[in-house]
């Protein structure tokens, strides 16, 4: 046995309201997805930069960092890279655009000489647009 309580039309009313319940539910879970991303965007290699009091300029979207550490291996990003690879290695990462930016990261311990080593493999490759990466001074008392 069923009882109908409502004895007006079968038809449905408009309703004139957006639902925005499904919208915080989209935006909540990309909030999520882009805190957890976020730290895993960064270069994890520890190296002892020194400091620099030049102003600080903008950082690109997708900046491709050259690390000299201190006991003198490189790395590309994250990854390790032996000197005779690393032409090959940086027209994979850049797609073969040697007007691409290198960002060069070298240790405090590294020696000048060294440094210049590592600059002088990327003008062999082809790559001459190289930025020097040191922490920023922060001015004191």
Do not use: C, W
């Amino acid at each position: 046995m069923s009882v109908r309580l409502d004895h007006g039309e079968d038809t449905l009313n408009e309703v004139h309201e957006i639902n925005v319940t499904p919208f915080i539910d989209v935006m909540l879970v990309l909030l999520v997805i882009f805190m957890v991303a976020a730290p895993l965007a960064t270069v994890d290699i520890q190296v002892n930069l020194p400091a620099a009091s030049a102003q600080p300029q903008p950082r690109p979207d997708k900046p491709l960092y050259l690390s000299v550490k201190a006991d003198l291996s490189l790395a590309l990003g994250n990854d390790p890279v032996s000197r005779e690879l690393l032409p090959t290695a940086l027209d994979g990462a850049t797609n073969g655009d040697k007007n691409s930016r290198i960002y060069l990261r070298a240790d405090k311990a590294v020696p000048y000489g060294d440094v210049m080593d590592v600059m002088n493999l990327l003008r062999g490759a082809g790559y001459s647009t190289v930025a020097l990466v040191g922490m920023e001074k922060v001015p004191g008392p």
